[in-house]
Nanobody, 120 residues
Framework: QVQLVESGGGLVQPGGSLRLSCAAS????????MGWYRQAPGKQRELVAGISSGGNINYADSVKGRFTISRDNAKSTVYLQMNSLKPEDTAVYYC??????????????WGQGTQVTVSS
C-alpha cells in the first residue's frame, strides 16, 4: 500500500512563511514526478508547482518568486517552501506523485490535503 502523508499547514499572517512536506511510504520502487496542488473554496484544484525525478521544475505564475519546490529522493519526500504568503494563497494543499511500486506499474497518488490559511 502506497500513501502520501503531508504536514506543515496552518494559519499564518500575510507576508509570513510556511513549509509543507509530503513523504511517500509503502512498497515503493521509484518515485517519478511529484508536485503540489491547491484548491480554494468554490474553485477548481490547480497546480502550484511540480518537480520531475531529474529536478526539472515548473511553477504557477501566481507563486513564481515566492514558492520553492524541492525534493529529497532518498526520503521520497517533496517540500514546498512558501514565502511572502498572501490571503489568496489560502487553500487546501495536496501532494501528488507518480509512483512505481514493487510488482505494480506506475500509478498517480494524492495526499489527504493540508489546510493553509493566510489571514491577519
Amino acid at each position: 500500500q502506497v500513501q502520501l502523508v503531508e504536514s506543515g499547514g496552518g494559519l499564518v499572517q500575510p507576508g509570513g512563511s510556511l513549509r509543507l512536506s509530503c513523504a511517500a511510504s509503502g512498497r515503493i520502487r521509484s518515485v517519478n514526478a511529484m508536485g503540489w496542488y491547491r484548491q480554494a473554496p468554490g474553485k477548481q484544484r490547480e497546480l502550484v508547482a511540480g518537480i520531475s525525478s531529474g529536478g526539472n521544475i515548473n511553477y504557477a505564475d501566481s507563486v513564481k518568486g515566492r514558492f520553492t519546490i524541492s525534493r529529497d529522493n532518498a526520503k521520497s519526500t517533496v517540500y514546498l517552501q512558501m514565502n511572502s504568503l498572501k490571503p489568496e494563497d489560502t487553500a487546501v494543499y495536496y501532494c501528488n506523485a507518480d509512483i512505481v511500486g514493487w510488482f505494480v506499474n506506475e500509478n498517480n497518488y494524492w495526499g489527504q490535503g493540508t489546510q493553509v490559511t493566510v489571514s491577519s
